[in-house]
């Protein structure tokens, strides 16, 4: 086992491709730095927070630079301002919070035409966020009559074997099986060792969109089954261009498809399909029987907890700056999860009552695998604050790992941290 832990860690890099994240962004040539003064970004409510900013060229600081600036409350600025000039390239910013939340500082450089921005948001008391959602009084029967129904359906599972992508350690199989209704599928990508054996298994929930996905073979090779699932109800191995279409016709802005109806809101068969993917992974003879996790960036991050939540099978999960967490943050005028319901829109009649069983938090109170969480102050889809709601509301145990200035992106060293956290958990015995 000591070997196959030296070869994942050494291939950690690659181990995540498939979840959908984003890239680190390429070097600007201009940089905005924006620095709070407490090197963990962290104040206690009624502190105040200082933050310097330089722009830098070539690594000096920009005489005479124009900069446009907005700051206060993540997604709620209170201050803006346009056509500032910074004589020395520097300035410097204060704010605080009367309640646990996050303060965040925008700042726009334009130079020759172009805009280069930089952000800084301090933690005010994060720990302390409390979530907005209320939690459903028969949340569990709910979830529970909806996982034996889909249950009744039978898998009826359907593999095949795709050579051109098989390789010497692993085979690759695109699967699928049926979900909460006869005719409903998903659709996913197998990657199973060669290697006659018991193996544990990952399962792979995605990021938000429609795409096409590859087989894990190298994770494979490494002694672990690897299922890559897509949620739509569509094989994950066509044209892109189909996919292309998909996002921008039939499926755009799936999120919100009957979100006014708990029975029939898209997410329902989004959620039961993860629950019946595990099933599937049971099924496997190469299987040991015992040990699943589950992993996922965004979306992917709010499925990974939903399915802890949802099935105790369950043995460890990994959450990247998870989606979908308390949405009706927005009712008490601070910042909601992607895909932002009510940023801008009240409720309409049914959908905060519907949206109680879909969100985030209201899973995160069920889980009871142990957990590894990692997100950055910076992410402007996925608000700090409706990642902290949901992430307090877990009790299970649980670590969180904070790589502060990145977005909706991670740094190699954070992808690898996730990694190694995983493959013990799995190999703990």
Same mark, same amino acid.
């Given at each position: ?219 494979? !090779?490494? =002694? &672990?089954? /690897? ?7 569509? %094989? ?6 189909? +996919? #292309? ?123 009871? !695998?142990? =957990? &590894?969480? /990692? ?7 996925? %608000? ?6 949901? +992430? #307090? ?37």
């Amino acid at each position: 086992m000591k070997n196959i832990k030296s070869a994942f860690i050494g291939l950690s890099a690659l181990f995540l491709l498939n979840i959908q994240l984003f890239a680190q962004p390429a070097t600007p040539l201009v940089k905005v730095i924006v620095s709070p003064d407490h090197k963990d970004w962290t104040y206690k409510v009624n502190e105040t927070a200082k933050f310097s900013v330089q722009v830098l060229r070539y690594g000096n600081l920009m005489e005479n630079v124009t900069i446009n600036y907005e700051t206060g409350p993540e997604v709620f600025p209170d201050v803006r301002k346009e056509g500032v000039v910074l004589k020395n390239g520097k300035t410097e910013f204060t704010g605080t919070m009367k309640i646990p939340g996050f303060y965040r500082v925008r700042v726009w450089a334009v130079v020759d035409g172009k805009n280069y921005e930089g952000l800084a948001t301090a933690g005010f008391e994060p720990e302390k966020i409390q979530p907005a959602v209320k939690d459903p009084a028969d949340f569990d029967t709910f979830w529970a009559e909806a996982i034996a129904s889909a249950r009744k359906v039978p898998l009826d599972i359907r593999m095949t074997l795709l050579p051109d992508r098989c390789t010497g350690d692993a085979n690759v199989y695109h699967i699928s099986f049926q979900n909460d209704i006869p005719g409903s599928r998903i659709y996913g990508m197998l990657a199973v060792p060669k290697k006659p054996g018991k193996y544990p298994a990952i399962l792979r929930v995605p990021g938000a969109g429609i795409r096409p996905y590859f087989g894990d073979t190298r994770t494979a !090779a490494l =002694g &672990f089954i /690897t299922l890559e699932i897509g949620i739509h109800g569509i %094989p994950v191995n066509l044209d892109p261009e189909v +996919y #292309n279409n998909l996002s921008a016709g039939g499926l755009w802005g799936y999120n919100t498809i009957r979100m006014n109806d708990r029975n029939t809101h898209y997410y329902k068969r989004v959620y039961l399909g993860c629950v019946k993917a595990v099933d599937f992974l049971y099924t496997l003879p190469e299987f040991n029987g015992s040990d699943v996790a589950v992993t996922g960036g965004s979306q992917g991050g709010a499925l990974t907890i939903v399915t802890a939540g949802l099935d105790k099978r369950i043995k460890c999960a990994a959450a990247m700056y998870p989606a979908l967490c308390d949405h009706a943050g927005y009712l008490l005028k601070r910042a909601g999860g992607w895909p932002h319901y009510f940023r801008t829109n009240e409720p309409k009649p049914g959908e905060l009552e519907t949206l109680g069983y879909y969100d985030v938090v209201n899973f995160a109170r069920r889980v009871n !695998a142990p =957990g &590894f969480y /990692t997100w950055g102050f910076n992410d402007l889809t996925c %608000p700090p604050t409706s990642m902290f709601a949901a +992430y #307090n509301a877990i009790t299970a145990p649980k670590e969180l790992q904070l790589y502060l200035e990145t977005g909706h992106w991670t740094f190699p060293e954070q992808t690898e941290l996730l990694n190694n956290w995983l493959v013990n958990r799995l190999q703990k015995k």
